[in-house]
């Protein structure tokens, strides 16, 4: 079901997971953030939740962090946030599949995430299926 699009995210996070063990919450956060850092590759990028749903880290956006995203919905009305949170604090881990906009594309397309929680954090990464599609 996940098959590479999930294995390229669970990449991408284990990578950040591994950062923050190295450098501590304030570096790695900033770094994650970093538009141009080792978090960022194209439409490939990192995010960091708090148990509560607010953005800590956003590889391409800085404007969203601080922002609460508990409630946001997928381009379906699916309140993808809250089941990553849910997993995320019972589990540790997961994937999820959902539906968002894509800004190169301008189309809201299907896009496979994979999270873990470390601590007090919940590490994110979300690849296009059309974008891996063409990874293969």
């Keep these: 079901m996940y098959g590479k699009s999930g294995q390229d995210a669970k990449e991408w996070v284990q990578k950040a997971i591994d950062?923050?063990?190295k450098t501590g919450k304030a570096v790695s956060l900033a770094e994650i953030s970093n538009l141009?850092?080792?978090?960022?590759?194209?439409?490939?990028?990192?995010f960091v939740l708090?148990?509560?749903?607010?953005?800590?880290?956003?590889?391409?956006?800085?404007?969203?962090?601080?922002?609460e995203f508990k409630d946001v919905k997928d381009s379906d009305g699916r309140s993808f946030v809250r089941e990553i949170l849910e997993v995320a604090n019972k589990k540790g881990s997961g994937f999820l599949d959902y539906k968002w906009y894509n800004p190169t594309t301008k189309e809201d397309l299907p896009k496979h995430?994979?999270?873990e929680k470390v601590d007090d954090l919940i590490f994110c990464s979300g690849i296009y299926e059309e974008m891996w599609k063409?990874?293969?």
């Design 19 to 21: 950062f923050y063990k």
């Design 36 to 46: 141009k850092g080792p978090f960022v590759k194209g439409e490939l990028y990192v």
């Design 50 to 67: 708090n148990n509560n749903g607010t953005m800590l880290a956003h590889g391409t956006n800085e404007k969203l962090i601080g922002v």
């Design 113 to 115: 995430l994979y999270f």
């Design 134 to 136: 063409d990874l293969l």
